[in-house]
């Protein structure tokens, strides 16, 4: 029958509802050509030839039948035109094969079908206007000289002669042949093939150049595993020898350093005792620096606790509502004399470099002075002498008098609980 797959391939297949008793309705001309040419091929070499062949269980059906004179041997000749895939062509051989029968594979399509080398298998050629048909792929002869399969174009009725007598027998191709070169209308093509119809010849040439190839490819490995032991040898000797070179050099090299090391040792002896007495006194010196060091150390210490002693006795003398009575008060002159805001602490801090007086800060952050330094601290005239100091009252200005400022201001503030300071 005909039929087309999706997207418009047509192809031939098997009615698959045909009668058992009407076997050639209903089939593609193709497929009954290829048929009935197989047909005369069995026939006219001499064997018993029927279509459409089927298993008593229904398990194969072939073709053409094709049985010897005898009765002995069968053979299946199966026209496939239509597509399938490779595992169902082998299930089919398969069940053949259990059946005691032989089976070639005939297409008569253009290209070569993909099962071609998975099934013994060929691909038949039409005839073109008075020619004949030819099996032209699947049947090859192994070429020594080569190193190859090459593929023989056979006319069909020889092809079925062989097979049927057994000349040309399915083989499978060794992986390492499976490459095949064939120019077909002036086109070197590469075919990959892993089995062929070929002779007992052919196949015993391909077991035996294998057998060549693989002692060939023994020796090659045996002198490559020669050729780099000799050279691993070779290189272990260079090796030993570089090694007894770089002993001998690094030898040399410390008796060369043994040598510079006792020059080195004596011009230092010479040196240190030359050196020993500048030594000495530098020794002295350093240790007297240090003495220095601890002493002025302790002095500052000492320094910086009467300094804190007098400050805690200096702002004492304030009770919390004057301390702020007098933040109060400079900032009111800050503002009306410069135009300045400042930014007043809110507790009472003191600072020894500003003779730990607070100090006073703009809201821009820059200083601006320092409220009451206590008269028993010294300032550095680097800190004060750009800075306005402020005191609340007359009487505290007569106490700081050693102090450089930029301006002192003296607040009229009332003494309240001031205490007398004497």
């Given at each position: ?96 094969a ?10 008569p ?15 038949a ?28 174009p ?69 002198a490559?595993?020669a ?39 004596a ?7 030359e050196?020993?007495e500048p ?12 003495e ?10 000492e320094?910086?606790l ?45 600072e ?13 952050g ?41 301006e ?13 300071l004497?």
């Amino acid at each position: 029958m005909s039929a087309v797959l999706r997207g418009a391939t047509r192809f031939f297949a098997h009615h698959g509802k045909r009668p058992d008793d009407c076997p050639l309705e209903n089939e593609s001309f193709e497929h009954h050509m290829t048929k009935q040419v197989l047909l005369g091929a069995i026939r006219d070499a001499g064997w018993h030839a029927e279509l459409e062949v089927s298993a008593p269980d229904k398990s194969w059906r072939a073709d053409v039948m094709a049985t010897s004179p005898d009765g002995s041997q069968r053979m299946a000749g199966e026209a496939q035109l239509s597509p399938i895939t490779v595992p169902d062509i082998q299930a089919r051989t398969d069940r053949y094969a259990e059946a005691g029968i032989r089976v070639c594979w005939v297409s008569p399509h253009e290209k070569s079908p993909k099962w071609i080398d998975e099934v013994p298998a060929v691909r038949a050629q039409p005839p073109e206007a008075g020619g004949a048909w030819a099996m032209d792929d699947g049947v090859a002869a192994f070429d020594w000289s080569f190193g190859a399969w090459g593929v023989r174009p056979t006319p069909l009725p020889v092809f079925v002669r062989w097979a049927l007598e057994g000349q040309v027998e399915p083989v499978v191709s060794l992986r390492r042949y499976h490459r095949v070169k064939r120019r077909v209308g002036g086109r070197l093509w590469v075919l990959r093939r892993g089995m062929w119809w070929t002779s007992a010849k052919s196949a015993r040439l391909q077991a035996e150049h294998d057998v060549m190839r693989r002692r060939q490819e023994e020796r090659k490995r045996v002198a490559e595993e020669a050729r780099l032991a000799a050279e691993a040898e070779a290189e272990q000797v260079r090796l030993e020898e570089a090694a007894r070179e770089e002993a001998r050099r690094l030898e040399k090299l410390e008796e060369t350093d043994r040598r510079a090391r006792e020059l080195a040792d004596a011009r230092h002896a010479r040196w240190l005792e030359e050196r020993a007495e500048p030594v000495a006194r530098g020794n002295r010196e350093l240790a007297e620096a240090e003495e220095r060091r601890l002493r002025e150390e302790a002095e500052e210490a000492e320094r910086v606790l009467r300094a804190e002693e007098a400050s805690r006795a200096w702002w004492s003398l304030l009770s919390g509502a004057q301390v702020r009575e007098l933040f109060e008060a400079v900032a009111a002159w800050a503002r009306q004399e410069h135009n300045v805001q400042l930014r007043l602490p809110d507790e009472l801090y003191t600072e020894l470099r500003y003779g730990h007086g607070v100090p006073l800060f703009r809201v821009d952050g820059h200083a601006y002075g320092v409220a009451r330094p206590c008269p028993d601290v010294l300032v550095p005239s680097k800190r004060s002498g750009q800075l306005t100091v402020f005191v609340r009252n007359s009487a505290e200005a007569k106490l700081p008098a050693d102090v450089k400022c930029k301006e002192l201001v003296v607040l009229d503030l009332p003494e309240h609980e001031q205490l007398f300071l004497g």
